[in-house]
């Protein structure tokens, strides 16, 4: 399985990569911090599963959903934020989003993958 994390907080993205490598210590797990990143590394990894942060330095996460959803139908989408606001969670499952949890939630986003 591939997975692609985005988010600008470095201790998350170590802490989410920790907690995946005890579900699956061969999981292939790339990082990005921004929207650029993000972009290049899903052209070039074409991951099955996408970790994905709202509010990024550069851009909106939502607008990634978007664009790795029409790149690739079939990938999952899983939403992580500070921001779990009903506005954002509507929009986020509308536009294609598989889960939608808060940064607090680390445990039910691992389970979805296990």
Avoid: W
């Avoid at 997975?3 to 907690?19: C, E, G, H, P, W």
């Avoid at 942060?53 to 607008?63: C, E, M, R, Y």
């Avoid at 779990?84 to 986020?92: A, S």
């Amino acid at each position: 399985m591939k997975i692609m994390i985005v988010d600008d907080s470095k201790l998350l993205q170590t802490r989410l990569i920790n907690a995946l490598r005890k579900v699956d210590e061969y999981m292939s797990i790339s990082q990005a911090s921004s929207c650029k990143e993000a972009t290049d590394l899903f052209s070039l990894n074409c991951p099955d599963t996408v970790i994905l942060d709202i509010a990024l330095p550069d851009g909106s996460g939502i607008n990634l959903l978007q664009r790795f959803k029409k790149e690739a139908p079939a990938v999952h989408i899983i939403m992580l934020t500070n921001y779990p606001t009903e506005e954002f969670i509507k929009d986020c499952m509308e536009l294609g989003a598989d889960y939608f949890f808060d940064k607090s939630e680390i445990n039910g986003l691992i389970n979805t993958i296990k």
